[in-house]
């Protein structure tokens, strides 16, 4: 079992709950400013505290950090137990650091139940928060369940499409789909564990402890992957995204597109719980050729699309392509490159769409049939448009190399042909950036602008300041940021090599106990 | 264009060194930091291999610059008499061996059809199956609601109706009339004491009477 770390206060606990009090504080208030006000002030005592967390995480080391653990439903075995490892600390703080900037975008572009907003955006960061600091499944599973309520809203009521009432029922109720095979997934974890100890559990570490037989471990294994596919979402389960992202507002954008939770819960759960499933040679290669189809798929689909926001949505399916396969490459630098290219989406992608909601704010469009030449009237914006981008598709210097490099070093060692045929994906994605922000931003000026298009305000600034500091740290120098994951993914890549039953010194193998 | 070239000149003669030498240079620690667990394996090139692999580039690149100087500022006339000599030769390099052309009809170009092609399979078939299930939910929901409002509730209203006829015409039982109760309290009274007879006699008085 791994060893878990207390501390002195209840962080993680804050940290889940706090914007949710916030947003409950927000009610009462009538005056918007000092609505504005306090919500930025909520989300910059969160930043705080993560900065807490990470400067009082150990890093190189596998275990549970800030464990809480109080008992919830105890005859199914259900707790309420919070904790952080190398694999969910760093998403911690990318949902606090897209939350405070969201406060920050929203501040002048959200003009209509701006109250609700803000209080549906604090909500959705508990929920967020909420799932990744949790390690007993069923906890997870209710975080996971109550980030689609105010999604559902984000996307619904501030939404900037025509259909965003269809968009955002589609989502919930496609994702809501998987979630149910998930549940039973964990359910039967639960059950196998009864049949070993004679007790219920949905704790990740108790789970961890009891042997999975080979023929259960495939059963949940696949009903896990639905639940974590949709909500990836993985090809060909990824066409609520486009709407979801397109009609619906682009703080909630910025969350789906920056947010990986999908392929977190790989990481999480499916890995540890089920290392023979996840090493299975026919689900890795099933789980392979759907992370190289999304790849090649939504890269080929992004070059044609005259919307910025659609190929960005094709283009983060195509991404997500990589944290797929850099996973299933089940190795090190495979897990890590995932990983860390999972965080780096997190400013990026969200980055993109970050700048998409800017050219929205000012064209109304985002559609490069109607705008070019953007370059010469706003500099600052197309500069770090070209930015933001450049890390997007991976150059050397920017975070998305990082990722990039260590998840095709690590598919090459598993199986170069995979490994190959992803590396076209990184060409595509040139194509696809380049050949937009020539189109949009360079050349001469198109007729028909507005006459007035303001370059970059201080807050918008801001943002892509912040966003680039990010994006240039972890670039130049990444290591702050993989030690602190690479004790949690050695563990992983150490569970997977020896698998569920071996790896129990403490306990005596099945077979030995059936013949006591 | 001069001061861009020069610019990047000058970076280009600092860029050249940033990989120098290949195995400990600036570029082999910028790398270290994401490739050690694999970068273990020593393949260290002698400092020999290094330098001459460095002077034949340079006298590659400066062999170059020669032609080029040749050719255009020593005999400006000799590129136009080759032209004459060879006009398929010199139009070919004068278009990049159409490397552009051919790359943007069998690559660019094919791209992009396909990309329209995908991006039509993405919405008209893998989103038409969601929808497709979408509209199966609808339908059977739909159905069910007919069924529910046309055969549950019709059958329960069938019932009520029912109920409702049958205590229109039975009401006129109630006439608020004392005989009639009377009546029907006699004729009631009479057929009980006949039932009685029957069940433990196995006739009754009106049996015996009429017999």
């Known amino acids: 079992m791994l060893e878990e770390l207390s501390f002195g206060i209840p962080l993680l606990s804050l940290l889940t709950f706090l914007p949710l009090i916030g947003a409950i504080l927000l009610w009462p208030l009538r005056d918007e400013d000092l609505l504005k006000k306090s919500s930025l002030g909520i989300s910059s005592l969160q930043l705080g505290l993560t900065v807490l967390l990470f400067l009082r995480f150990v890093p190189d080391s596998a275990a549970m950090q800030f464990s809480e653990h109080l008992e919830w439903i105890p005859f199914l075995g259900i707790s309420y137990h919070l904790a952080v490892d190398g694999i969910s600390v760093l998403f911690v703080g990318l949902t606090a650091f897209l939350t405070f900037l969201l406060v920050l975008y929203s501040w002048d572009t959200v003009k209509e139940r701006v109250k609700e907003f803000h209080m549906a955006l604090l909500a959705l960061e508990t929920t967020i928060i909420g799932i990744f600091v949790s390690i007993d499944l069923l906890l997870f599973f209710v975080f996971w369940e109550l980030m689609l309520i105010p999604s559902y809203f984000l996307i619904k009521l501030w939404g900037v499409g025509k259909e965003s009432g269809f968009a955002a029922l589609k989502y919930v109720l496609y994702t809501l789909l998987g979630s149910v095979f998930m549940l039973v997934g964990f359910a039967l974890l639960s059950l196998n564990y009864y049949d070993v100890k004679q007790t219920y559990s949905f704790d990740l570490l108790q789970l961890l402890s009891v042997p999975v037989p080979l023929g259960q471990q495939l059963v949940i294994f696949w009903m896990i992957f639905l639940g974590l596919a949709f909500k990836t979402p993985m090809f060909p389960f990824h066409t609520w995204l486009p709407d979801a992202l397109v009609e619906g507002t682009i703080p909630m954008s910025v969350v789906l597109g920056g947010i990986k939770l999908g392929t977190y819960g790989f990481l999480r759960f499916s890995f540890p719980l089920l290392p023979e499933a996840s090493t299975d040679t026919t689900v890795v290669s099933i789980i392979m050729a759907l992370g190289l189809i999304a790849i090649i798929w939504g890269a080929i689909i992004a070059i044609v699309q005259p919307d910025f926001r659609r190929l960005l949505v094709f283009a983060s399916i195509s991404h997500l392509g990589f944290v797929v396969i850099g996973l299933f490459a089940l190795n090190f630098q495979g897990l890590q490159g995932s990983l860390i290219q999972m965080i780096n989406l997190g400013f990026t992608t969200s980055g993109l769409f970050f700048l998409a909601g800017f050219l929205y704010d000012r064209l109304g469009h985002t559609d490069v049939r109607h705008c070019g030449g953007l370059a010469r009237r706003m500099p600052l914006l197309a500069t770090f448009f070209v930015i933001i981008g450049m890390a997007f598709i991976g150059l050397p210097g920017t975070n998305g190399f990082i990722g990039e490099f260590l998840i095709l070093l690590g598919t090459f060692q598993a199986y170069w042909l995979y490994g190959a045929i992803a590396v076209t994906g990184v060409i595509f994605a040139a194509a696809y950036f380049l050949w937009y922000a020539e189109r949009s931003m360079f050349g001469p000026l198109r007729e028909g602008l507005p006459a007035r298009l303001a370059d970059l305000n201080p807050r918008e600034w801001a943002i892509v300041c912040a966003l680039s500091v990010m994006i240039f740290w972890i670039g130049i120098y990444p290591s702050p940021f993989l030690r602190m994951m690479n004790g949690s993914v050695q563990a992983v890549v150490e569970r997977l090599e020896k698998g569920s039953i071996a790896s129990l010194p403490s306990e005596p193998p099945l077979l030995s106990r059936a013949s006591e | ?211």
């Open chain 2, 1 to 211: 264009m001069t001061v861009p070239l020069m610019i990047l000149a000058g970076l280009a003669l600092v860029g050249g060194f940033l990989g120098f030498p290949p195995e400990h240079g600036w570029f082999h620690g910028f790398l270290h930091e994401v490739a050690t667990p694999v970068g273990e394996l020593a393949h260290e090139a002698s400092l020999g291999k290094v330098v001459s692999l460095m002077v034949l580039a340079i006298s590659i690149a400066l062999g170059g610059w020669g032609v080029a100087h040749y050719l255009y500022a020593i005999r400006p006339q000799t590129a136009d008499e080759w032209s004459q000599k060879a006009p398929g030769l010199y139009a070919t390099i004068l278009n990049k061996y159409y490397v552009d052309e051919g790359y943007d009809r069998w690559v660019v170009e094919p791209c992009k059809r396909l990309g329209i092609l995908w991006d039509w399979i993405d919405q008209h078939i893998i989103d038409e199956m969601v929808l497709t299930v979408g509209r199966m939910t609808d339908t059977g929901s739909s159905g069910i609601t007919w069924v529910e409002k046309h055969v549950i509730y019709g059958g329960l209203n069938i019932i009520g109706y029912g109920n409702h006829l049958a205590a229109r015409s039975w009401r006129k039982l109630q006439s608020g009339m004392v005989h009639h109760y009377v009546a029907v309290i006699v004729i009631g009274f009479v057929a009980l004491v006949h039932v009685i007879l029957l069940w433990f006699v196995g006739t009754s008085a009106f049996g015996v009477a009429l017999r």
